[in-house]
Each structure stands twice: as C-alpha cells, then as structure tokens.
C-alpha cells in the first residue's frame, strides 16, 4: 500500500513537473522598454501586399530616407520618413516609395513602415505593412544598429541602407 501512495505521489509530481516545464517553454521573453509597441498592420495592406507580389518575409533593399539619398553614415530622429526601394535584392518595386515612421533610440532606429506610394498612382498611397532590417547583420528584427549622436533626439547608423521585411503584424 505504502509503495502505490509513493507512485501516485511521483505521477503527479512528473505530471506537474511537466507541466511546468511546458509553459516556461511557451513563454516570450519580456519585450526591451526600448522597442516600438507591437501592433496591427494598416487596414487592407495584406490584400494591397498581395495584388503588389509581396508577401510576408519577402525583403525589399531600401535607403531608409529619401532625404538621406547619400553614401555613408546618416543621422536619424523620431520622424516620418520616405524610404527608397534599391534595384538589387529579392523584391524590387520599380519607382515605388514606402513610407513610414522611425522609432530611435540610443542604440537603435526601428521603422514601421505603413503605405505604399506606386508611381501610377500619384500621390495616393495604399496600405502597406512592413518593418526595417540591418541588412548586413540584423537577425533579431530589432532594426539598424546606432550611435547616439551629439544632437538631442537623434541617433547616428553607420550607413543610409536597409531592408524592409514584409509582415502581416508589427513584432
């Protein structure tokens, strides 16, 4: 009799043990303070994506700020910003421009990038949802590595150049 209560005491430890060891497995690590909100993407911009080509994962090479269309470092604030799709890479939008917003603080700029002005459409943007890579070393979608910059407000990368990653949700 003593030996059963002693099993039955295990089974329910391994089972609780197991347990435990499952949610701590599917629990995220807590999101840095420093990071922009997650969030949903612009109304229709899957749909938008879609009749584009695009899909989630695909990348677009871009200069982060068409103000910024120059080689070598640039200097970003909290902003709106024009981004320019480059010919090279996977995904190439022929006369395209995507805007967005940049989120910086001292070590990094991050983009949400929100809609699409294509050139037959004037000056009329459709729903667009994508976010802004390193693209030379980013692989945690945690944006361009910065520097702080001697400007209040403004961070400093190493060059003007990116990826747009395409999503169907802001991480």
């Not at 990116?162 to 802001?170: A, E, F």
Request: some cysteine.
């Amino acid at each position: 009799m003593r030996w059963a209560g002693w099993m039955a005491a295990l089974m329910v430890l391994g089972l609780a043990g197991g347990c435990r060891h499952t949610q701590a497995k599917d629990a995220k690590p807590e999101r840095p303070k420093w990071m922009p909100p997650e969030g949903d993407c612009p109304r229709g911009a899957l749909l938008q994506m879609e009749r584009l080509g695009l899909k989630p994962g695909d990348k677009v090479p871009v200069i982060v700020d068409a103000i910024q269309d120059h080689p070598g470092p640039a200097r970003y604030n909290y902003s709106f910003v024009i981004a320019l799709p480059r010919e090279e890479g996977e995904k190439t939008l022929p006369g395209a421009r995507i805007g967005g917003r940049l989120y910086v603080t001292k070590h990094r700029v991050f983009g949400r990038y929100d809609r699409i002005f294509l050139p037959e459409s004037g000056a009329m943007s459709v729903p667009f949802c994508g976010i802004l890579l390193d693209s030379r070393w980013d692989k945690d979608g945690e944006g361009l590595i910065a520097y702080p910059s001697p400007m209040k407000g403004f961070s400093v990368v190493q060059d003007n150049t990116g990826v747009i990653q395409v999503v169907d949700r802001y991480p």
